[in-house]
């Protein structure tokens, strides 16, 4: 049973490594420019508005009082992907090696796995929550397949946390477990 569960995790994070790159092309559609290069770039992207290509760039002018992402709250974002698409794929791996391998995952590892894990779904949590309430993508469909991204991606992640904890648990009973003595 134990290791139907740690191929499933395997699984779901294999899930977010693929979710991570659908993720980052969203976010890459998102492009900050300068109060006095709103001209020159509206003329250059009027040609992709007319193609009809759903979730198309979209255009974010450096202004205090607008309600969108930052340029330095969506370059956070783009990183905490990346490394929890690092995350991600180092998750599957170790949980591959291990119930396909026979491959023993050490404590250092698992408690390293565990605090990475904690961060990187706790700050993309947050980011999520504020990139849903700002919505940068004029339609609604492409807000919305963005977070879920990322809301998944945040999921498997805790999933990953919650694996790499119980196995370190499990490890941590098995060391101070009472070894049966030999009776002669």
Known sequence: MCKVVGLCCGL???????????ALHMLNKIIHIQLDAVVHVSIKL?????????????????????????????????????FTLLYS????????????????????????????GSLLSMTLLVATVVLHQREPFMDLWCNLFIVYHLYYIVLT????????LAHSCQENLELHRPQPSLKY
């Open 46 to 82: 009027k040609a992709e508005e007319d193609s009809g290509v759903r979730c198309q760039k979209t255009l974010i002018v450096d202004n205090l009082d607008a309600p969108h992402l930052s340029w330095l709250e969506l370059f956070y974002l783009r990183w905490t992907v990346v």
């Open 157 to 164: 992640t805790a999933m990953s946390v919650v694996f790499f």
């Open 12 to 22: 779901l994070s294999l899930g977010a490594f693929i979710s991570c790159f659908v």
């Open 89 to 116: 794929f180092a998750a599957s791996l170790l949980i591959r090696a291990k119930y396909l391998g026979n491959f023993e995952i050490s404590r250092s590892t698992s408690n390293v796995m565990i605090l990475m």
